[in-house]
T-cell receptor, first 112, second 115 residues
Framework: DQQVKQNSPSLSVQEGRISILNCDYT??????FLWYKKYPAEGPTFLIS?????DKNEDGRFTVFLNKSAKHLSLHIVPSQPGDSAVYFC???????????FGGGTRLMVKP | DSGVTQTPKHLITATGQRVTLRCSPR?????VYWYQQSLDQGLQFLIQ???????AKGNILERFSAQQFPDLHSELNLSSLELGDSALYFC??????????????FGPGTRLLVL
């Protein structure tokens, strides 16, 4: 049972444009979400998070939106840069906060 | 650089063997988590230790075990290795044992290849 899903395995975007990465979840008990970025041969790097008491969180070029009723979140990157090319994972912790459930990841390619 | 270190970076071994993966958490972090990333299963939580004690278990096989030492470094032991154990193994750390809202910081991973 995949509780966190990223249905797009890959996304290609032109430099300077917006990248939108999507994530859906099925467990209504999830109330905190994180996005991680992963480059080849490196571990996941924390990018941005959002609590269920908010519907938006912004950090520079990165904004995460949460739609609780739809059990959907999205990560917007504006403007996209070639250095953003990586695999992006959304993740949610269990109620104890100690076990992250990850989506399958979306490979973002930003073309110069 | 997350501050979490893992050794070795790469490991090649044969089926039936036993290996030990090592992780040092960020300075000040008391919790260590182990995750496995395989091609077909994605990133999956294996086990968590906090200040030397096991706190949570995920989809960890009985052939696998872990421990956290007094200096807070952790080791993941994989025994009777099978081809399907080939994967990337990540360690992460955080300050406390639990807490929604707390970030887990990941190490660079150990790539295990079982031949």
């Amino acid at each position: 049972d995949q509780q966190v899903k990223q249905n797009s395995p890959s996304l290609s975007v032109q430099e300077g444009r917006i990248s939108i990465l999507n994530c859906d979840y099925t467990n209504s008990m999830f109330d905190y979400f994180l996005w991680y970025k992963k480059y080849p041969a490196e571990g996941p790097t924390f990018l941005i998070s959002i609590s269920s008491i908010k519907d938006k969180n912004e950090d520079g070029r990165f904004t995460v939106f949460l739609n609780k009723s739809a059990k959907h979140l999205s990560l917007h990157i504006v403007p996209s840069q070639p250095g953003d090319s990586a695999v992006y994972f959304c993740a949610a912790p269990n109620n104890a906060g100690n076990m992250l459930t990850f989506g399958g990841g979306t490979r973002l390619m930003v073309k110069p | 650089d997350s501050g979490v270190t893992q050794t070795p970076k790469h490991l090649i071994t044969a089926t039936g063997q036993r290996v030990t993966l090592r992780c040092s958490p960020r300075s000040g972090d008391l919790s260590v988590y182990w995750y496995q990333q395989s091609l077909d299963q994605g990133l999956q939580f294996l086990i968590q230790y906090y200040n030397g004690e096991e706190r949570a278990k995920g989809n960890i096989l009985e052939r696998f075990s872990a421990q956290q030492f007094p200096d807070l470094h952790s080791e993941l032991n994989l025994s009777s290795l099978e081809l399907g154990d080939s994967a990337l193994y990540f360690c992460a750390s955080s300050v406390t044992a639990q807490g929604v809202g707390e970030t887990q910081y990941f190490g660079p991973g150990t790539r295990l290849l079982v031949l």
